[in-house]
């Protein structure tokens, strides 16, 4: 993602003489953000979720900057007359990619989804959850700049659904930006650059101290390179132990990531020691 995406003065309505379900909404996704978007129901949040992905567009107002976009929706069509294979490898090749690459990367996403058992089942077979796991797959197969989810996480296993955070941490990590919505408060909890509410047609900004996220955390004890500057990473916390040695602590879903950007890093960093940990971390060990 190059540059921002951009909402000015936004405003949706599903009829003429409709009520307004957005109205006035500036906002700006930037490259590596990662937005919250919550509310109560029947606020607002998918069909500013559908804006966001270019699926629908606004009854007034301006989107501009439109990256490569992706999305999940709330309803993913199951009933496709597919396998996920076939689905998937068909939309690999709508993207660009030749037909072994598509089948390659197809498999790829069905394996990290454990997905694998039935990629070749009819889709109109599937349960919901296994669906699901094609709906993720379609979405992250594009390789996208901005990846939009919309309850993406319900009905997923909890295997899948460490790997779609991980997913996350991936793209927003090489630079993408991630919108979500989830029923879930913990959901990534402590990790989003900007949680927004959608309220009586408008968005607000969260702006109160977000409580310490609990839950499984990992614990990394780096030594830096001469001068070297910590990678950009959303950390739950990063405290300079001695100088040029920190303590990264991490929400557990993100530390495949961290210790990736780390190890890969030119000059690279020395990984001291990794330890689990369940937190609330303390506030002072937050960044
Ligand atoms: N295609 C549509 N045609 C007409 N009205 C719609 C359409 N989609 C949504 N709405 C209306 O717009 C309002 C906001 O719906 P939306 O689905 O965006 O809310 P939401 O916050 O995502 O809800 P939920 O939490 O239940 O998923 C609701 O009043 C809904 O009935």
Do not use: C
């Not at 929706?73 to 496709?80: G, Q």
């Not at 939309?91 to 390659?104: D, E, F, K, N, P």
């Not at 699901?132 to 992250?140: E, F, G, R």
């Not at 989830?182 to 977000?210: C, F, I, K, M, W």
């Amino acid at each position: 993602m190059h540059r921002a995406l951009r909402l000015d003065n936004v405003g949706r309505r599903y009829n003429l003489r409709g009520p307004w379900v957005l109205r006035n909404v500036d906002l700006m996704i930037s490259p590596g953000d990662l937005v919250r978007v919550e509310g109560t129901n029947g606020t607002g949040k998918s069909t500013l979720l559908r804006l966001l992905a270019g699926i629908d567009a606004p009854t007034e107002g301006r989107i501009t900057g439109r990256p490569r976009t992706a999305y999940v929706p709330e309803r993913f069509p199951s009933a496709l007359p597919f396998t996920p294979a076939g689905y998937l490898t068909h939309l690999g090749a709508v993207h660009g990619l030749s037909r072994a690459a598509a089948a390659r990367a197809a498999d790829d996403w069905l394996h990290r989804f454990g997905a694998t058992p039935y990629a070749r089942t009819p889709m109109s077979q599937l349960s919901k959850g296994s669906s699901q796991k094609v709906a993720v797959a379609q979405a992250l197969l594009a390789d996208p700049e901005l990846l939009v989810l919309d309850e993406a996480w319900t009905g997923l296993d909890a295997a899948a659904r460490s790997e779609l955070e991980r997913a996350v941490a991936e793209r927003t990590a090489a630079g993408g930006a991630v919108v979500f919505v989830d029923h879930d408060p913990s959901r990534l909890a402590g990790v989003p650059d900007a949680t927004y509410a959608v309220r009586d047609g408008a968005l607000d900004r969260r702006t109160e101290q977000v409580t310490a996220p609990a839950g499984p955390h990992v614990v990394v004890e780096v030594q830096g390179p001469p001068g070297g500057r910590l990678p950009d990473l959303p950390l739950a916390s990063a405290r300079e132990t001695v100088p040029g040695a920190y303590r990264l602590t991490v929400p557990a879903s993100h530390s495949d990531v961290l210790l990736r950007t780390l190890l890969t890093a030119r000059p690279s960093w020395h990984v001291v020691s990794v330890a689990h940990a369940d937190l609330p971390l303390d506030q002072e060990d937050r960044a």
